[in-house]
């Protein structure tokens, strides 16, 4: 069982930056593909980031992409999320999710369906 635990989350201006946490437990983030959702208040969530466990290759949302850089620490067992030049359209509940190796699924990454465990989500609210 994979626990993820996200942090950072704030309220920030508009060209902002903030840099997301993501601490697992029970699984290793370098074993699993870990990725970033958001979702905004009547909006489905959506893919923002995710980062290959094999290979460390990264993609990202076109909205996001330049942005925001998904890194791991391996020592830390963490997965971060920095987001820099942020936008009142960020504002939204950001997700922390991982996809273990055997779940079976075959969704795309950039699909929800694919990762079978998250956290709790932290807030961003970005100001004009």
Not at 25 to 52: C, H, L, Y
Request: glycine residues 10%; neutral net charge.
């Amino acid at each position: 069982q994979v626990k993820l635990v996200e942090s950072g989350g704030g309220l920030v201006q508009a060209g902002d930056s903030l840099r997301l946490s993501c601490a697992a437990s029970g699984g290793t983030v370098d074993t699993n593909n870990m990725a970033w959702f958001r979702q905004a208040p009547g909006k489905e969530r959506a893919f923002i980031a995710v980062i290959g466990w094999r290979s460390s290759t990264t993609d990202y949302a076109d909205s996001v992409k330049g942005r925001f850089t998904i890194v791991r620490d391996g020592a830390k067992n963490t997965v971060y999320l920095q987001m820099n030049s942020l936008k009142p359209e960020d504002t939204a509940v950001y997700y922390c999710a991982c996809e273990t190796p055997s779940n079976g699924r075959y969704y795309h990454y950039s699909d929800s369906r694919q990762y079978d465990y998250w956290g709790q989500g932290t807030q961003v609210t970005v100001s004009a």
